[in-house]
């Protein structure tokens, strides 16, 4: 009788639902089903039970994450009720007069806004979508621009909250310590210069919107329906877009009703380093500005932040489920059974390499980058020092692989909140940024080569 290991359980049922997530177009459903049937390999004929216990725990230790979508939902919709979203587009319309040039405001906002990848890819999907409409570019570009934008800026700039997270992680390993940093954030400076995936993603990114990198597979596919068919989304993503209405030529939006709560939102996430505080202070914002000057109602003003909630509503299951499946692959032992089989790949000339290409396969699996990287930094670390490795590479090859799974994988967050931004379903968007994610994965596997070599 064949024992089939439980690691290798959970990567078949995590393979199974991506392969039919993406037949089907069914995400959140495949995932549904696939977290059951782990928990039935996990937890045996108690595995309902197991299951609506875990569902508890990821809600109750992810509820800053869940508040903060509900929030910004309520944020976003306030701002189109005012007709500020508006007013702002209308604004940048005169200025993204060409599809380059749109492109390219589009990547800059997302270079300028790097405090937090939520509150990047939210703010700038709110404000950019209907200037891509309106130039008949397709979301799933908007969508790439956005994610491509989020946690690849993030790692690289030193305030960002991704950086806080890796700069603590790293500064507890000993072979990290020994180096003598005054700071844990001087060690994770050290190591920006060697993140070689968002490097070279942001740089695939900057020319794909100069137009020399050339529209491939499926993004391909969405710019020829744009273009032919007048479709800036398909079919399946119809239901992201139900309430979805063309006031250009109702009113002009006045676009301070835009700038101000949203200038109070990001300088707020940078002096107080808390995004969920300064979501709620720009809604505090809003109510000031709207209901006095009779922008609005104080009953148009709930509406609108409930409508909000709504809107988010679908992309938070989708989240919830994730975590789920998450956390019951993490019972089966999958990260485990994965780092076990990569131990003989040990050689310290290839083990940067190795630990980007085990962080980015660990991190697009379960769909955690900030979990995965938890899991092995105490695990890549010790064997490093043990092979002479220099530490600063294992520390980028760690940053490197969790950016990837956050920005490749079909339902990590920074996938269904690009998504849900930029309306459209998350498989498509995913399918559609695949080859310049795998692109950029390629490319950064031979950085780490080379700087192993080097280095």
């Known amino acids: 009788m064949v024992i089939v290991e439980q690691g290798l359980i959970a990567i078949i049922i995590t393979l199974c639902i991506i ?9 959140v459903e495949c995932m549904l089903i696939g977290s059951f049937v782990a928990s039935f390999f996990a937890f045996g004929k108690d595995f ?13 230790e992810n509820v800053w994450v869940f508040l903060v979508c509900l929030l910004f939902g309520a944020l976003i919709s306030l701002l189109k009720g005012s007709k500020g979203s508006f007013g702002f587009s209308k604004y940048l319309s005169g200025v993204c007069n060409s599809d380059r040039k749109t492109f390219f405001v589009t990547y800059i906002m997302g270079i300028l806004i790097f405090v937090d990848d939520y509150l990047n890819v939210l703010s700038i999907g709110a404000s950019m979508k209907r200037i891509f409409d309106k130039k008949k570019l397709p979301r799933e570009s908007l969508a790439f621009l956005l994610n491509s934008t989020g946690a690849p800026v993030c790692v690289l700039i030193p305030i960002s909250t991704w950086a806080v997270f890796y700069s603590s992680l790293f500064a507890e390993q000993d072979s990290v310590k020994a180096m003598g940093f005054a700071s844990p954030m001087a060690a994770y400076v050290k190591a920006i210069p060697f993140c070689f995936y968002p490097w070279i993603t942001l740089t695939i990114v900057a020319l794909f919107c100069a137009g020399i990198v050339p529209k491939a597979g499926a993004m391909k596919s969405a710019f020829i329906r744009a273009k032919e068919q007048g479709l800036v989304y398909s079919k399946d993503s119809e239901r992201f877009n139900l309430d979805v209405t063309d006031d250009e030529n109702t009113e002009d939006g006045d676009i301070r009703l835009f700038l101000i709560p949203m200038g109070v939102l990001v300088a707020c996430a940078v002096i107080l380093g808390d ?17 006095p000057t009779g922008k609005m109602t104080s009953d148009e003003y ?14 938070l299951t989708m989240l919830l489920v994730t975590f789920v499946l998450k956390e019951v692959c993490a019972y089966l032992g999958m ?13 310290p000339e290839a083990f940067p390499a190795v630990v980007f290409v085990l962080g980015a396969v660990l991190a697009f699996c379960t769909g955690s980058d900030w979990g995965m990287s938890s899991i092995i930094t105490p695990i890549v670390f010790p064997l490093g020092a043990t092979i002479g490795v220099n530490p600063i590479l294992i520390m980028a090859a760690i940053i490197s692989g969790g950016t990837f799974g956050s920005h490749a994988c079909f339902y990590s967050d920074a996938t269904l909140l690009a998504s849900q931004s930029s309306g459209i379903d998350n498989v498509e968007h995913a399918l559609s940024q695949l080859p310049y994610s795998l692109s950029a994965c390629g490319l950064s596997v031979i950085g780490f080569l080379v700087a192993g070599a080097v280095y």
Do not use: H, N
């Open 19 to 27: 392969v039919f997530s993406v037949k089907t177009k069914r995400c």
């Open 48 to 60: 309902l039970f197991k299951w609506c216990e875990v569902l508890q725990e990821m809600l109750s």
């Open 275 to 291: 995004i969920l505080v300064s979501v709620v202070i720009a809604l505090a914002v809003c109510f000031a500005l709207y209901v």
């Open 302 to 315: 709930m509406r609108y932040t409930i409508e909000g909630f709504g809107d988010m509503l679908q992309m």
């Open 335 to 347: 990260t485990e059974y994965i780092i076990e089989k990569a131990q003989p790949l040990l050689l």
